[in-house]
């Protein structure tokens, strides 16, 4: 494919039932946008600690650049996650961790201005500096790439100015049915068409768990398909496993019906297997 994809974030350890699994949004999406053909790149930053050097070993091992992982003082972080008796995970996110002072570098910016395509959260946001930081790179960003605002709102690290300023520079943006009635009554917007056309989106997606997934056009909707009904592990990055298929299909020139296609094949078959990182047979 040779497109250069960048996934901008937190990078954690998430803590599972089963044992300790590395994952955050980011580096979910930049994996399986890897597996999926793409030059992805995770854009984060890990502590001067032993779980640090871990999680860049652990990167390395996945077949990911960790040259975009900055490291600080700050300790690596962790995610304790609990599952319910349908997999679907809750999380409990520590603050003051190294993500939170992500810094824009300048080989950061460098790598910025060549990217087909990327996408970020509001977790990362939650502190001004690593906020600072994300916009200051997707300013970089050039201005016909793909740019997923993929919500992935969490506990309360969120405010309506950080979830304005992302719609303002998304070309895309996804959430689920819990997040839906919050962004529209946050942002004060009476259903999904206003945001679109209100931000100039080229898609909405629209993920309902278990049940369907839609995509959204400022024309409507694009596509509508029902969940597949799969015995599910865990369903812990099922949703970055649907963005990298949907995006890195679009930059193949697909149309976003068939990108949507792929997209519920594939985090269909992650929530299968245990975490979010599960490399795919070739």
Known sequence: MNKIV?????IVWDCLPGGRKLGGAPVNFAYHCKELGAESYPVSAVGNDALGDETLS?????GLCTDYIGRNSLPTSRVLVTLDAAGVPSYEIVQNVAWDALKADPKILSLAA???AVCWGS???RNSDSRSAIMKILDAIPKDAIRVFDINIRQDYYSREVVEESLEKATI?????DELPLVLKLIGAKDIDTIIKRYSLDYLIFTSGA????IYSPEGVVSHIETP???VADTVGAGDCFTAAFVTSLLGGESASAAHAKAVTMSAWLCTLPGAINPLKK
Do not use: D, P
């Open 173 to 177: 943006l996804k959430l689920n049915e």
């Open 6 to 10: 960048l996934g901008i974030g937190e």
């Open 114 to 116: 060549g990217a087909a």
């Open 229 to 231: 009904t799969v015995k």
């Open 58 to 62: 652990q990167c390395r091992s996945y």
């Open 211 to 214: 049940s369907f997934s839609e």
């Open 123 to 125: 977790l990362a946001q």
